[in-house]
């Protein structure tokens, strides 16, 4: 099993800065890749970025620019770095891993809100 844990989430003003990160734990060694997801009330989860154990990268159309993921393989760590955040970021942003054998896992998720 892989159990996923966020952390940095919280409020910010428009323009400013937040990184987010997400610790791996247990059966770390079958994780094939790690991402972002947000949800905003009333919308669907959306993919924000992803990276790969090979260090394959990609990002949602909103984020691109602002935005990067990183990883410390070392760490079993995950960091989404943001910047130049708007209104339209408030979401509860969630930490996925997918195994290679295709099992997923999520955190529990964690706010960021965008506000003046």
């Known amino acids: 099993q892989v159990q996923l844990v966020e952390s940095g989430g919280g409020l910010v003003q428009p323009g400013g800065s937040l990184r987010v990160s997400c610790a791996a734990s247990?059966?770390?060694?079958?994780?094939?890749?790690m991402g972002w997801y947000r949800q905003a009330p009333g919308k669907q989860r959306e993919l924000v970025a992803g990276?790969?154990?090979?260090?394959?990268?990609n990002y949602g159309d909103s984020v691109k620019g602002r935005f990067t993921i990183s990883r410390d393989n070392a760490r079993n760590t995950v960091y989404l770095q943001m910047n130049s955040l708007k209104p339209e970021d408030t979401a509860v942003y969630y930490c996925?891993?997918?195994?290679?054998?295709?099992?997923?896992?999520w955190g529990q998720g964690t706010q960021v809100t965008v506000s003046s």
């Open positions: 996925n891993a997918v195994e290679w054998g295709g099992n997923d896992h």
């Open positions: 247990g059966v770390t060694f079958s994780i094939a890749a």
């Open positions: 990276i790969s154990t090979g260090g394959s990268i």
